[in-house]
């Protein structure tokens, strides 16, 4: 006999934590709206990428409160930005009011999850993934499977932050830009 997998609800279900799903959530939960988070990966999360934030992402840290939780040897102020093509041209500029900040995306990753963790609102589920999405009249409910056990979600929205191969975007019905 299968047994019926366990029904939570939320308000919001996101589907990804790295850094737009994460900012997400705890946009959500700061406004008490109930979020359940669902990423494949357990955080940190490591990932090699532009590893810079310009200012207005740096004043959207402070908005969010998650700047009192980054590491101090993860991240450095940076004042401009410099570009220098292969034959030598470059284009630079200093920024007018507050520095961008140069920083590793573990500990990004790091202190949007200790800021997210410290939410009642926002439910943090890693390791589990999303195998379907199911409209209803009333939700939308998703099957997952999270620390090896089958979990429904039932949620009155589902947010894709699951990146480039998006199974949200696929689900939905999207299609991918070129």
């Not at 299968?2 to 406004?31: F, K, M, N, Q, Y």
Request: net charge neutral.
């Amino acid at each position: 006999m299968t047994e019926t997998p366990t029904t939570h609800e939320a308000d919001v279900a996101i589907v990804g934590g790295g850094p737009a799903g994460l900012s997400v959530a705890i946009a959500l939960g700061l406004r008490g709206v109930s979020t359940v988070i669902i990423e494949k990966k357990s955080w940190p999360i490591d990932k090699v990428c532009g590893e810079g934030l310009m200012p207005t992402g740096v004043g959207v840290l402070e908005r969010l409160g998650i700047m009192d939780h980054l590491s101090d040897d993860m991240h450095r102020p940076f004042y401009g930005i410099r570009y220098i093509d292969p034959s030598g041209v470059r284009a630079e500029g200093r920024f007018p009011s507050q520095p961008g900040l140069g920083i590793r995306r573990i500990g990004l990753s790091e202190a949007m999850h200790k800021r997210a963790a410290g939410l009642r609102e926002v439910a943090l589920w890693n390791n589990a993934s999303v195998h379907q999405i199911e409209p209803r009249d009333d939700c939308v409910e998703l099957n997952i499977t999270r620390d090896h056990e089958d979990v429904r979600l039932r949620a009155k929205l589902v947010i894709g932050a699951d990146g480039l191969h998006s199974k949200v975007r696929q689900w939905c019905g999207l299609r991918a830009p070129p």
